[in-house]
């Protein structure tokens, strides 16, 4: 056995509860080393009686680790625990200590007491659902919306000039709008909806500088380019008549250099009560002498908030306070989440799960996201990481092993009662459009078939239902195409979706891939209550025949020949949806 | 190379800041795999520079791993980085994503931005020092003490009728009383001080039904057993005149079943304004229905409280603020910490830390500690680890080695900030007395050098400093013996602790253990700024000979002779403190 590859901490991703009197408990090992491990525990106060045994399970294997799991239930809430790990004839016990032949109760792991807020308590509505994402000054202009003479023309491509400021966002022209408006959203919900999308995520809407309203000026304000107060009432109001939600996107990492908060700072310099609101490096502040900290550390335009700053806190937690209740809102999207303060995320959720239990809050990380997912920040993250270990099979290594082991790698950072709520993307307003960077429709497709069949809560960026293109930052930005919505490609992806939006299995099944024989293949298996659902996506240049695991019941959705004995001949660049 | 031990995570012990722009990145790997590790770092928004680069050195080193660290300077804050492994030829780097021969930026690990809170702010004043723990009743009884008909006579020993209640603490009479009294605290100060001791850590003091007063009746009041607030005042103030610190015990897992928050459930059950306050699994609640969560499920006489309640937390912080603003307090040890919740621990040292940014707070932990020493909750804890291991040494394994991989692996779950405060020990209240467990009084002088000489903050439990014997609660607990303060253990033991308050090597100063050749040898130097002290302890029933690294300058304390070329002969059973 390779005892340095063994690896548990009562903590974390490794031990943690579930509900009141359950305690998922995880141990990470080399790969295919181990035969077998039994988990022995007991109340952590029985000195007595012997421990109980429970055989762990591998639910995940990366490229050169497994993760073993079980599930304890001991109704006093506390637990010690071991490993007697069996390899090769090998059979020793692992604890707290180190390995040993026979250990004694002190020498095992403990998790002393199951405590109510131990336990992550997620927004039961949200599990799996898909969300829809729309950047409003590109996605439908109604006949209520305000009037400005220097609107682009719906069909022009956004212009290409950057500005020189570097940063991987390489921010642009603030001034390119189109005219989208809330209100044209509203009027746009029907379709929304029809597409089995149960959340609308939009982009800024608070008063800002630029079209893209990442640089708030007014964080009590609409802006007013996209509408009024009564226009963003009537949007959610209309959404949740659809049984729809909304949720917001709040920019507190960073305001606008405009914002009052900062040009107090301007004004007053270093007499100003909000000198402490920001990091100043020194005084004077002015548009010539820079010296303060912003997004990135390079973007002036956007000084960054002293989110430690307790009174900062105390603004944030008022202002998404007066939101959430004013509009009676869904959730939040936090921008540039992993460079806002703990500390201020922990009172935030705190605040607002106070006011709505079920309010959903998402972070935005574009790497490993452990951290904000303990329980205590956020409920889930952008899964950036699927998009990548997608990509990287769809545009590289056409080999679905490399795939399912980034994956796997990724969910041991995380607590499995997440899993159905990570966002799982194939773009963003932040990314390349796929269907640009696969430079195909029909693998565009086959992405998203993945991506709304995955564990998970898939995002749809807006157009990406239609597989539009677009190139970098602006492109990707491009005006919603609605004279698209009826494409071929359209079709099969709002099929899914709304298939996806009626099906226990896929919103709340758990996922287990499947070895299809074929490395150019994605085919795994989703299960909820003894249900199960299959997916086949064939990625390659010819045919492949798959051997379904249970066999076929039904070909749900997609194209397949149905051959004897459970095997299904899945075309190239096709997919199949099976029930077994 | 063994790729599957290969372990980094962006956060905890793996990453920390430890200023404003500082952060420590580790990495864990298989025992002697690898050759090199170079770290390549950058600013995270830095997308065109090369990266920088700095060789990892090896910090510890536990049975089957090793741990490489460095320390990364970024001004702007934000990071990402990752590791270049070289071992037998190989050449790999190890990223968020994996191994790989030529990583991407975006294939980085990311610690996105240094906040304020991420840094582990410890109290400066209370590093390395020695902490001297009093049981009062057991300690010194003063003319002014409280007269009571039923005290037991001082040198009688603890009755050892045990109450059938099961728990690991053996829970024992509660009405043993031998009459020691806070102003006998404040007579012996003196003698206290001494010793070298800084902290003074009184054990439970509160009004509450038992000698130990671990079940409190009233949060707001001293027991009268123990003397009046005015006493309790008097010895604070005399303490701090004596360039002393004073830490109480704070009990706030459970209280007594008299304590009047409790008596109101039992008086008004469901009505009870207090009835969410405990864990109530059913009602009526009273002497024969004991359906309730209590100290370890095993003490009714010991209701539990519902420390997620915000109500209990807001309760312990007004109880907390009230006794440290009135009497000016330095500190709280947290009894049983580890079952009283994380949400409370957070709120609390926000609450405590406000009021008093240099107070200390000390959590009662028995096995791994890494959840409460993130720097959101505990400065230090109990550091048991540190008396298993050495225990573990002195009676079974006479192997060096095995006593630093023990440490070395406990000290890989914490931030090495923590190293000069966590706690070390070898016995408390709650542990049968190091002197008789060993059997020997030289034994156990040698365990109070290396203990004494150890980084972290040295904890006596009264008595220990005179090698005083104890057998399992309530044996351990005999009142202090004034006739043996001048013994020839008292007299090494006093000469290394007051020799300890005195060095700011010893205090705070790194630790690296040395080899001495002779595995039953504890051997190490402690360094701080260039300066170096060198411990020798020979557990061993003959003579070593150990060549010091940097040769002898002097011999502080013990006992050697000092050979030619560094080398030093320390006699069985004898130890060394040495200048080099």
Same mark, same amino acid.
């Given at each position: 056995?390779?005892?340095?590859?063994?690896?548990h901490?009562?903590?974390?991703?490794?031990?943690y509860?579930?509900n009141?009197?359950?305690?998922?408990?995880?141990l990470k090992?080399k790969?295919?080393?181990?035969d077998?491990?039994v988990i022995?525990?007991?109340?952590?106060?029985d000195?007595?009686?012997?421990?109980?045994?429970?055989v762990?399970?591998?639910?995940?294997?990366?490229?050169?680790c497994?993760?073993?799991?079980?599930?304890?239930?001991?109704?006093e809430?506390?637990?010690?625990y071991c490993?007697?790990i069996?390899?090769? @004839?090998?059979?020793? *016990? *692992?604890?707290?200590?180190g390995?040993?032949?026979?250990?004694?109760?002190?020498?095992?792991?403990?998790y002393?007491c199951i405590?109510?807020?131990?336990i992550?308590?997620?927004?039961?509505?949200?599990?799996?659902e898909v969300i829809y994402?729309?950047f409003?000054?590109?996605f439908?202009r109604?006949?209520?919306?305000?009037?400005?003479?220097?609107l682009?023309?719906?069909?022009m491509?956004?212009e290409?000039e950057?500005?020189?400021?570097?940063?991987?966002?390489g921010?642009?022209?603030?001034?390119?709008?189109? @005219?989208g =408006?809330?209100?044209?959203?509203t009027?746009?919900?029907?379709?929304i909806s029809n597409?089995?999308?149960?959340?609308?995520?939009?982009?800024?809407i608070?008063? &800002?500088?630029?079209?893209?309203?990442?640089?708030?000026?007014?964080?009590?304000?609409?802006?007013?380019?996209?509408?009024?107060l009564?226009?963003?009432k /009537?949007?959610?109001?209309?959404?949740?008549?659809?049984?729809?939600?909304?949720?917001?996107?709040?920019?507190?990492?960073?305001?606008?250099y405009?914002?009052?908060l900062?040009?107090?700072?301007?004004?007053?310099?270093?007499?100003?009560?909000?000198?402490?609101? *920001?990091?100043?490096r020194?005084?004077?502040?002015?548009?010539?002498?820079?010296?303060?900290?912003?997004?990135?550390?390079v973007a002036?335009?956007?000084p960054?908030?002293?989110?430690?700053?307790q009174?900062?806190?105390?603004?944030v937690?008022?202002?998404t306070?007066?939101?959430?209740?004013t509009?009676?809102?869904d959730?939040?999207?936090?921008?540039?989440?992993?460079?806002?303060?703990?500390?201020?995320?922990?009172?935030?959720?705190?605040s607002?799960?106070?006011?709505?239990p079920?309010?959903? +809050?998402?972070?935005?990380?574009?790497?490993?996201?452990?951290r904000?997912?303990?329980?205590? /920040?956020?409920d889930?993250?952008?899964?950036y990481?699927?998009?990548?270990a997608l990509l990287?099979f769809m545009q590289?290594?056409?080999?679905?092993?490399i795939?399912?082991e980034?994956?796997?790698?990724?969910?041991?950072l995380?607590?499995?009662?997440?899993?159905?709520y990570?966002?799982?993307?194939? @773009?963003?307003? =932040?990314?390349?459009?796929?269907?640009?960077?696969l430079?195909s429709?029909e +693998?565009?497709?086959l992405?998203m078939v993945?991506?709304?069949?995955?564990?998970?809560?898939?995002?749809?960026?807006?157009?990406?239902?239609l597989a539009?293109e677009g190139g970098?930052?602006?492109?990707?930005?491009?005006?919603?195409?609605?004279?698209?919505?009826s494409?071929?490609w359209a079709k099969?992806?709002?099929?899914?979706?709304?298939?996806?939006?009626?099906?226990?299995?896929?919103k709340?099944?758990?996922?287990?891939p *499947?070895?299809?024989?074929?490395?150019?293949?994605?085919?795994?298996?989703?299960?909820?209550?003894?249900?199960?659902?299959?997916?086949?996506?064939?990625?390659?240049?010819?045919?492949?025949?798959?051997?379904?695991?249970?066999?076929?019941?039904?070909?749900?959705?997609g194209? &397949?020949?149905?051959?004897?004995?459970?095997t299904?001949?899945?075309?190239?660049?096709?997919?199949?949806l099976?029930?077994?």
């Amino acid at each position: 056995m390779e005892k340095s590859a063994i690896y548990h901490i009562s903590e974390h991703s490794y031990a943690y509860p579930v509900n009141n009197d359950t305690l998922i408990v995880r141990l990470k090992t080399k790969k295919n080393d181990v035969d077998k491990i039994v988990i022995h525990y007991k109340n952590l106060y029985d000195h007595s009686s012997n421990s109980k045994k429970a055989v762990m399970s591998k639910v995940l294997s990366a490229r050169y680790c497994d993760l073993f799991e079980a599930s304890l239930h001991i109704q006093e809430r506390r637990f010690k625990y071991c490993f007697q790990i069996f390899s090769k @004839g090998e059979n020793i *016990f *692992f604890t707290s200590e180190g390995f040993m032949k026979a250990p004694a109760d002190e020498d095992f792991f403990y998790y002393p007491c199951i405590n109510e807020d131990d336990i992550f308590h997620l927004p039961k509505w949200a599990q799996g659902e898909v969300i829809y994402q729309v950047f409003v000054d590109r996605f439908f202009r109604s006949d209520r919306a305000p009037d400005y003479p220097d609107l682009r023309s719906w069909n022009m491509l956004p212009e290409k000039e950057m500005l020189n400021c570097g940063g991987f966002r390489g921010l642009v022209r603030k001034d390119t709008y189109y @005219g989208g =408006d809330l209100a044209g959203v509203t009027e746009k919900l029907d379709y929304i909806s029809n597409l089995g999308a149960k959340v609308l995520y939009l982009n800024p809407i608070f008063a &800002a500088e630029s079209y893209h309203k990442y640089d708030v000026t007014d964080y009590f304000r609409i802006d007013s380019r996209f509408g009024t107060l009564h226009d963003l009432k /009537e949007l959610v109001e209309e959404a949740h008549a659809r049984g729809m939600k909304v949720v917001l996107d709040g920019v507190f990492n960073h305001c606008s250099y405009a914002n009052e908060l900062f040009q107090d700072v301007v004004r007053n310099q270093e007499k100003s009560k909000y000198k402490d609101w *920001f990091h100043i490096r020194s005084f004077p502040v002015n548009e010539e002498r820079k010296d303060y900290d912003s997004f990135g550390n390079v973007a002036p335009s956007m000084p960054r908030l002293n989110t430690s700053n307790q009174e900062v806190i105390d603004y944030v937690i008022d202002l998404t306070t007066y939101w959430t209740k004013t509009l009676n809102l869904d959730g939040w999207r936090f921008d540039v989440a992993d460079e806002v303060s703990h500390e201020l995320w922990v009172q935030l959720r705190r605040s607002l799960k106070k006011i709505s239990p079920e309010i959903i +809050l998402i972070g935005e990380v574009w790497n490993n996201a452990s951290r904000w997912l303990q329980g205590n /920040e956020m409920d889930t993250v952008t899964n950036y990481k699927f998009r990548k270990a997608l990509l990287k099979f769809m545009q590289k290594h056409r080999n679905a092993n490399i795939f399912w082991e980034a994956l796997s790698s990724n969910n041991m950072l995380y607590k499995s009662p997440v899993y159905n709520y990570l966002i799982n993307l194939v @773009g963003s307003h =932040d990314t390349t459009r796929c269907r640009t960077l696969l430079g195909s429709a029909e +693998l565009h497709v086959l992405a998203m078939v993945v991506t709304l069949s995955f564990q998970g809560m898939p995002l749809i960026y807006y157009g990406d239902e239609l597989a539009i293109e677009g190139g970098f930052d602006p492109d990707n930005r491009r005006p919603m195409q609605w004279n698209e919505i009826s494409n071929p490609w359209a079709k099969i992806i709002g099929q899914i979706t709304r298939f996806r939006s009626e099906s226990e299995i896929l919103k709340k099944g758990s996922l287990v891939p *499947f070895d299809s024989g074929n490395p150019e293949v994605i085919s795994f298996t989703r299960e909820y209550e003894g249900k199960r659902i299959h997916l086949v996506a064939n990625f390659g240049d010819s045919n492949a025949r798959v051997v379904i695991p249970g066999g076929v019941n039904e070909i749900i959705l997609g194209q &397949a020949e149905d051959h004897d004995s459970g095997t299904l001949e899945v075309g190239f660049r096709k997919f199949a949806l099976i029930s077994s």
